[in-house]
């Protein structure tokens, strides 16, 4: 059987075979070093061939994998740990090319000895360092003195907020299958070099790492790569430095801040000046928090579509060359959706909004409806004024987007709050899917739109963008359904929001699609029951859905739109407009393997505060 090749590039290849499944099969770790040395030399002699100008997906990774193995005569089960192998493999160049001082070292606190262990978390994670105890000191020391940043943490959910931010460039990490299939995902998406040891186990107690690896992957010298591979990461950061409060303020323009209002506290606001508190307001709020997926994707489809330079290995600083026209026409997307939220959390009652009370919490409703409408028309005056720059043509057809990308968002909210309000509960899955196209998908399609006409572009894309859009924000909302029964720490702090809000979801239409006839009455009931508790509703109500099946139907309706979306991204030209489009659905539908949640409600999370990121 010939050796492994790299699979047809996607600039070749039309087709893209999307398989998202169960993986805890894949998950073996060979029992013997020297065959776990024997895979991983075949990994680096497969790479050694591939070309590296791109990164690839995870989907050809594993076909590099599985012929590997079945080359090698080996099980389908270590699958996953070779796939790591070649992960490593593949970035170890790009890993080289960085110094340590630039790169992020992530430990997991399983390697900790279970008993006696004296060591506490602190603010970086688990605080080993006068310890010595197990292995965790002697590989943070060695780190520490070669400049690296060291993080002692499971699977931390900030270690692409510290790439993004700008303080490391590279990831190493030592972590169970499990944990580097959740953790370096993303982060290999956005083509930000990572290298890892696997763990010999998952089983988070007193396990074991073939330590000698971890200390070649530890002292891996600085050098020039061959060859540079593309990635997001200069594009995310130049979308999160916007929301940077001076860089905000200054694209922004206020036309009534004074130095008393910009530095006062918000509780004094209504004790100053009442025009400028508003303006104020605005400010904090459109800088306070979020991941900016969709600035970021404007100002990648810009790039994608005026030669891709931004992901290349000089990107910064062509990123940094973009116009301020450009960058407020990014920012004005934000605004919109940062309006949205506002209004949302006021017709829903929400409590929590990244992790602090919503605004018409804190200021109450009318000056919550008053900042959601502000935002709105400083969204609007970010594009409208910047004719000069970008021209009359590009800004109609920007504006005309916004408008009617707010018009149906309106829409599709109308069509929620109606459902809400009304005394039958009934609900099919297809109206459900279709308030989610209405209210989700508008304001990633004007994202897209905003970039193609900034770009200047021959081609509007406008229906396969349309299409596009409404399967990516359809799929996104029904994760985001499953998501509501998890607890999300990043935005509303509790579980099961949409069952005590009484919000139509999908999951309830198929709820009632799919029970018998008493189990579907008693679901309505149980939702409009007033002397049942929040808990114990939450309780019953995921009970009746696993008997349902939804959380599955749920699933598999997520998979059935990713696979439509990939296929409009199928037929895209050029390359870099469609590798982003992949990039887009991959990031955007993150999925996880258990799609049947229990209920938790997280309560802190890790903070990592660094100095300000070097140049």
Known sequence: MPSPSQPESNGGAKKRVSRRRKTAHLKQVPDRLALREEIRDRCYSVCEKLDKSRPLSKDEMEKLARALLEEMNLPESYVGWTLVMLTSAFWRDQVSAIPPERRLFLLPHC??????????????????????????????????????????????????????????????????????????????????PCMAVPLHSSDCRNTSVDEQWVFDMIHLPHREPQQKTATYVHL????????????????????????????????????????????????????????????FTTLAVYDSLTGGHGTLPDGAA?????????????????????????????????????GEPTVHRQFGISTGINLGDYMIGLGYRLVSREVQTL????????????????????????????????????????????????????????????????????????DQMRKFARHVGVAFQILNDLKDWLGDSD?????????????????????????????????????????????????RVRSLYLEGGVFDAAQQLVE?????????????DPEPFRRLLYYLVDSILETTEDHKPTIVIPTTQLEFPLAAPTS
């Not at 696979?563 to 409009?568: N, Q």
Request: hydrophobic fraction near 40%; include cysteine; aromatic fraction near 6%.
């Open 111 to 192: 390697l900790k000895h279970a008993e006696g262990c004296p060591a506490d978390y602190d603010q970086f994670g688990l605080d080993c360092k006068t310890c010595g105890a197990c292995s965790i000191a002697d590989y943070r020391t060695q780190a520490e003195e070669l400049g690296y940043r060291v993080l002692v943490a499971e699977g931390s959910p900030i270690v692409m907020k510290i790439l993004v931010s700008g303080y490391v460039d590279a990831v190493v990490g030592v972590a169970c299958l499990n944990v580097l299939e959740k953790a370096f995902d993303k982060i290999l998406l956005a083509g930000i």
């Open 391 to 462: 021209g009359a043509e590009v800004v109609a057809k920007i504006l005309d987007q916004l408008a009617e990308a707010h018009m149906r968002l309106s829409e599709g909210q109308g069509a929620e709050l109606m459902w809400r309000d009304s005394a039958s509960k009934e609900l099919t899955p297809i109206d459900a899917l279709k308030i989610y196209a209405l209210k989700t998908s508008p304001a990633f399609e004007a994202a897209l739109h905003c970039g193609i006409a900034l770009a200047k572009t021959p081609e509007d894309y406008r």
């Open 491 to 539: 935005n509303k702090l509790s579980a099961g929001n949409d069952i005590i809000g009484g919000r139509p979801t999908v999951l309830w239409a198929l709820a009632l699609q799919n029970l018998k006839e008493d189990r579907k009455n008693e679901l309505i009931q149980i939702a409009n029951d007033p002397d049942l508790t929040a808990a114990a509703k939450i309780q």
């Open 236 to 295: 995310m950061r130049a979308a999160q430095e916007m929301f940077d409060r001076q860089e905000l303020t200054r694209l922004i323009a206020p036309q009534r801040q004074t130095d008393a209002t910009a530095n006062a506290d918000l509780a004094d606001l209504p004790n100053l000046d009442p025009i400028a508190a508003t303006e104020r307001l605005a400010i904090d709020f459109i800088g306070r928090g979020g991941k900016y997926s969709r600035p």
């Open 318 to 354: 062509h990123v940094a060359g973009y116009t301020d026209a450009v960058k407020r026409s990014a920012l004005a997307i934000e605004t919109f959706h940062k309006a949205s939220l506002v209004h949302d959390d006021i017709e829903d009652d929400d409590e929590f909004r990244y």
């Open 560 to 572: 059935k739109y990713r696979a439509k979306a990939e296929e409009i991204a199928d037929e895209i």
